[in-house]
């Protein structure tokens, strides 16, 4: 029974997450002045989100919030992607590609435990995807991307974009 109970309180706690914010961002490429544009989307671990749209040489800011379901599916996307756990030197790819759109994505982890008598790092420690992704883990990478663009409000790319 005491099991049963320790099980039901630790379900109703939210396990931290293992990143402090996300920051992705992403560009159209080499085309004609008129059609570049680009964009970063930076969140972060309590569902707080800013989307940056640069069109034209000006770059204009949108303030969001994630809803529990959306910071819950960007958390599953970020485990899937295997950026936490894979080297940096393995996420990138052996191929230089070149021309196309630019996607890259930086997260940024919690500072370590300190232990007694530590001074305090300058710089929480930080993970840089590649826009050269390995084969390997392109799959999760761009589903990650796709998920942060998902997670920002429609009404909000709508305002960034003109559209309607």
């Known amino acids: 029974m005491l099991i049963l109970i320790l099980f039901i309180s630790a379900s109703g706690i939210q396990a931290k997450s293992k990143w402090e914010k996300i920051s992705y961002y992403h560009s159209r490429g080499p085309v004609s ?3 570049q544009y680009s964009y970063i989307i930076t969140i972060d671990d309590e ?23 959306s910071l819950k599916t960007l958390n599953n996307a970020i ?6 756990t894979v080297s940096p030197a393995d996420l990138k790819s052996e191929k230089n590609l070149i ?4 996607y890259s994505c930086t997260i940024t982890l919690p500072f370590p435990d300190r232990k007694e008598g530590e001074e305090e790092k300058e ?21 990650l991307y796709q998920v942060l663009e998902s997670v920002v409000p429609t009404s909000v790319w709508n ?5 309607k």
Do not use: C, H, M, W
């Not at 485990?79 to 936490?84: E, M, P, R, V, Y």
């Not at 021309?99 to 630019?102: S, W």
């Not at 305002?159 to 559209?163: L, R, V, Y």
């Open 123 to 143: 710089k929480a420690p930080v993970i840089i995807i590649p826009s050269d992704v390995n084969e390997k883990y392109a799959a999760g990478v761009f589903n």
């Open 99 to 102: 021309g196309g759109p630019v």
């Open 47 to 69: 569902g707080v989100g800013k989307l940056e749209y640069t069109k034209l040489g000006r770059t204009e800011v949108y303030d969001f919030s994630l809803t529990e379901k």
């Open 159 to 163: 305002e960034a974009t003109g559209s």
């Open 33 to 35: 002045p008129e059609y």
């Open 79 to 84: 485990q899937n992607s295997k950026a936490l």
